[in-house]
């Protein structure tokens, strides 16, 4: 393997710039080199404007730089992030004493995944912050387990098809504690395992001790095979912790992992170019030694299929709405299944489709109701770009910078739900909060809303801010708000983070339903721009008309 392909890594799920200096400052063993990282990282990244997937590493950083002895000015800050996901991992825990009695009750046997596993096994206590609790059991067991968690208070999130369990590796759970349970029957994302597959994993397990109670992890070699499979995969919001873990797993445990069967078990599941990079990662970035034995995985050959796959899930694919951007894994997927040595007769593929997508309608159906998704998703990208070209027409002097909500980064986003299409018009709802971080340089700025007709809304129940600071000239039209951004709120930063505050409007399957966000339309401020209403004035909508200021419209 050329040192070159572990410069290279694909977006979406490796960490970017900023994030590789928080793992160094976190994980680099030379003292200086981690202090290096530290002071870098913070001059780059305001408390303020670090994302959900950082935040996670505050704890293992508060710790490293601890150990290292200095005194930050910022630590107060820090030490107030780890209390609130130090306070969260222990309510996890607790709730995963309990399921874990629930299932032993029952005589149903279970393996702790990720978090829960790897808090007990290469983390010191409280270290490993947890969201989520992940256990995995037999196959023959969901049924059971599922009715118990049910009677127990642990409702599915997602109604889940019986005959999709056969195509999909976890079901999701809540609590009315605000906990979350996956139920995992698969240890991998479509691999689509037998049981002979599956006992493997189970014979391979180690028995640990959890709060006083007798549990299950999967071994070394496997653990860090799981932790591979889920991290690197494409995800708007790169978790990119599980590089952390990775870390943490060959540091603490590399001279157990047998790494024949890690090998063998990689190029077995068709996973070997991400158990490589995972390793070329750690060698190069954070300068991990590792052991002599894992030459053998870094010299494997992956299989041509098994670098076709990789490229597909790890990156971003085109398409204004899920089941089409989903697209390629679902064929990837299905070949799978095709190729799976159960000998239960085969679903077609427009069924396949249906049951992997959790779509409940007929095969004739959802072929016309795909092809509509794909005329409707192929002409709004031809709208957007001529939308987009008209914006730019529009100012002479200046470019505006248009972000399309269904396509910008989600690591830019915060407060935002998926994306989502009515009437042809892709958007995303909004919490209560949503934040948007803007690659802006200093300067005065219009930045124009455009909203999608949902509910009546009024510019007054809106309160925006900009890195903090109140932005009190706002003005509410009929699809869009218009704002005023004075370069006096900038701050010595790549991105500005802008605020949009709004009360909720319903609760819906436990959403809390804000507004809804098509674009933002970013634009310096110019000589040959008047008015406000002349800028919105620029801007038709999709059927031509010209927005007209109002204090209150019907959304």
């Given at each position: 393997m050329t040192p070159s392909r572990a410069l290279i890594w694909p977006r979406g799920c490796w960490p970017d710039e900023t994030q590789r200096l928080l793992l160094k400052a976190c994980f680099l063993k030379d003292d200086d080199d981690c202090l290096a990282a530290w002071d870098e990282w913070q001059r780059r990244v305001p408390l303020d404007f670090v994302d959900g997937s950082s935040a996670r590493l505050l704890l293992p950083l508060r710790d490293r730089l601890r150990r290292v002895a200095r005194t930050l000015p910022r630590m107060p800050r820090i030490e107030g992030v780890v209390r609130f996901h130090w306070a969260q991992t222990q309510l996890t825990q607790r709730a995963i004493g309990d399921v874990l009695d629930l299932l032993e009750e029952a005589g149903i046997e279970s393996i702790l995944l990720k978090g829960a596993a790897l808090s007990e096994t290469v983390y010191s206590p409280g270290l490993r912050p947890m969201a989520d609790i992940d256990i995995l059991v037999r196959p023959r067991h969901v049924d059971d387990a599922l009715a118990l968690l049910q009677k127990s208070g642990w409702q599915p999130r997602f109604a889940c098809h019986k005959d999709a369990r056969k195509f999909t590796h976890a079901l999701q759970l809540d609590n009315s504690d605000h906990r979350s349970l996956d139920l995992h029957w698969d240890p991998f994302h479509d691999r689509f395992l037998d049981e002979h597959q599956l006992e493997s994993f189970w014979e391979a397990s180690l028995p640990i001790s959890v709060q006083g109670r007798d549990a299950r992890v999967l071994c070394p070699a496997d653990q860090l095979l799981q932790i591979c499979e889920h991290g690197v995969r494409y995800d708007d919001t790169p978790p990119f912790r599980w590089l952390g873990d990775a870390f943490s797993?060959?540091?603490?445990?590399?001279?157990?992992?047998?790494?024949?069967?890690?090998?063998?078990?990689?190029?077995?599941?068709?996973?070997?170019?991400?158990?490589?990079?995972?390793?070329?990662?750690?060698?190069?970035?954070?300068?991990?030694?590792?052991?002599?034995?894992?030459?053998?995985?870094?010299?494997?050959?992956?299989?041509?299929?098994?670098?076709?796959?990789?490229?597909?899930?790890?990156?971003?694919?085109?398409?204004?709405?899920?089941?089409?951007?989903?697209?390629?894994?679902?064929?990837?997927?299905?070949?799978?299944?095709?190729?799976?040595?159960?000998?239960?007769?085969?679903?077609?593929?427009?069924?396949?489709?249906?049951?992997?997508?959790?779509?409940?309608?007929?095969?004739?159906?959802?072929?016309?109701?795909?092809?509509?998704?794909?005329?409707?998703?192929?002409?709004?990208?031809?709208?957007?770009?001529?939308?987009?070209?008209?914006?730019?027409?529009?100012?002479?002097s200046s470019t505006p910078r248009i972000y399309t909500l269904a396509t910008t980064s989600s690591h830019l986003l915060d407060g935002f739900y998926p994306p989502e299409m009515f009437d042809g018009c892709v958007f995303r709802w909004t919490y209560p909060d949503a934040t948007v971080r803007l690659k802006l340089d200093p300067g005065d700025y219009w930045i124009q809303a455009d909203l999608l007709i949902q509910r009546d809304w009024s510019v007054e129940k809106f309160q925006i801010s900009f890195n903090r600071q109140r932005i009190t000239e706002v003005e509410g039209f009929t699809d869009r708000i218009l704002i005023r951004v004075p370069e006096e709120a900038f701050v010595d930063h790549d991105v500005q983070r802008l605020v949009l505050r709004c009360g909720p409007w319903k609760t819906v399957k436990s959403r809390q339903l804000g507004f809804a966000l098509v674009r933002l339309v970013v634009s310096p401020c110019d000589n040959r721009i008047g008015s406000k209403t002349e800028i919105s004035g620029r801007h038709a909508d999709s059927r031509g008309s010209i927005s007209k200021p109002s204090s209150k419209a019907s959304r």
């Amino acid at each position: 393997m050329t040192p070159s392909r572990a410069l290279i890594w694909p977006r979406g799920c490796w960490p970017d710039e900023t994030q590789r200096l928080l793992l160094k400052a976190c994980f680099l063993k030379d003292d200086d080199d981690c202090l290096a990282a530290w002071d870098e990282w913070q001059r780059r990244v305001p408390l303020d404007f670090v994302d959900g997937s950082s935040a996670r590493l505050l704890l293992p950083l508060r710790d490293r730089l601890r150990r290292v002895a200095r005194t930050l000015p910022r630590m107060p800050r820090i030490e107030g992030v780890v209390r609130f996901h130090w306070a969260q991992t222990q309510l996890t825990q607790r709730a995963i004493g309990d399921v874990l009695d629930l299932l032993e009750e029952a005589g149903i046997e279970s393996i702790l995944l990720k978090g829960a596993a790897l808090s007990e096994t290469v983390y010191s206590p409280g270290l490993r912050p947890m969201a989520d609790i992940d256990i995995l059991v037999r196959p023959r067991h969901v049924d059971d387990a599922l009715a118990l968690l049910q009677k127990s208070g642990w409702q599915p999130r997602f109604a889940c098809h019986k005959d999709a369990r056969k195509f999909t590796h976890a079901l999701q759970l809540d609590n009315s504690d605000h906990r979350s349970l996956d139920l995992h029957w698969d240890p991998f994302h479509d691999r689509f395992l037998d049981e002979h597959q599956l006992e493997s994993f189970w014979e391979a397990s180690l028995p640990i001790s959890v709060q006083g109670r007798d549990a299950r992890v999967l071994c070394p070699a496997d653990q860090l095979l799981q932790i591979c499979e889920h991290g690197v995969r494409y995800d708007d919001t790169p978790p990119f912790r599980w590089l952390g873990d990775a870390f943490s797993i060959v540091e603490k445990l590399g001279d157990t992992i047998d790494w024949q069967r890690c090998t063998r078990m990689a190029s077995k599941h068709g996973l070997l170019p991400q158990l490589q990079d995972t390793l070329l990662f750690l060698r190069n970035e954070l300068r991990l030694e590792l052991p002599g034995e894992s030459a053998e995985v870094l010299n494997s050959g992956a299989s041509p299929g098994s670098r076709l796959a990789y490229r597909i899930s790890t990156r971003h694919q085109p398409g204004y709405h899920p089941v089409i951007q989903g697209l390629p894994r679902s064929l990837l997927a299905y070949a799978r299944y095709l190729r799976s040595s159960s000998s239960v007769e085969k679903l077609g593929l427009v069924r396949f489709l249906c049951l992997i997508n959790d779509i409940e309608m007929p095969p004739s159906r959802f072929i016309a109701h795909f092809f509509t998704l794909t005329a409707r998703s192929c002409a709004r990208k031809w709208q957007d770009r001529r939308e987009a070209a008209q914006i730019c027409r529009s100012f002479k002097s200046s470019t505006p910078r248009i972000y399309t909500l269904a396509t910008t980064s989600s690591h830019l986003l915060d407060g935002f739900y998926p994306p989502e299409m009515f009437d042809g018009c892709v958007f995303r709802w909004t919490y209560p909060d949503a934040t948007v971080r803007l690659k802006l340089d200093p300067g005065d700025y219009w930045i124009q809303a455009d909203l999608l007709i949902q509910r009546d809304w009024s510019v007054e129940k809106f309160q925006i801010s900009f890195n903090r600071q109140r932005i009190t000239e706002v003005e509410g039209f009929t699809d869009r708000i218009l704002i005023r951004v004075p370069e006096e709120a900038f701050v010595d930063h790549d991105v500005q983070r802008l605020v949009l505050r709004c009360g909720p409007w319903k609760t819906v399957k436990s959403r809390q339903l804000g507004f809804a966000l098509v674009r933002l339309v970013v634009s310096p401020c110019d000589n040959r721009i008047g008015s406000k209403t002349e800028i919105s004035g620029r801007h038709a909508d999709s059927r031509g008309s010209i927005s007209k200021p109002s204090s209150k419209a019907s959304r």
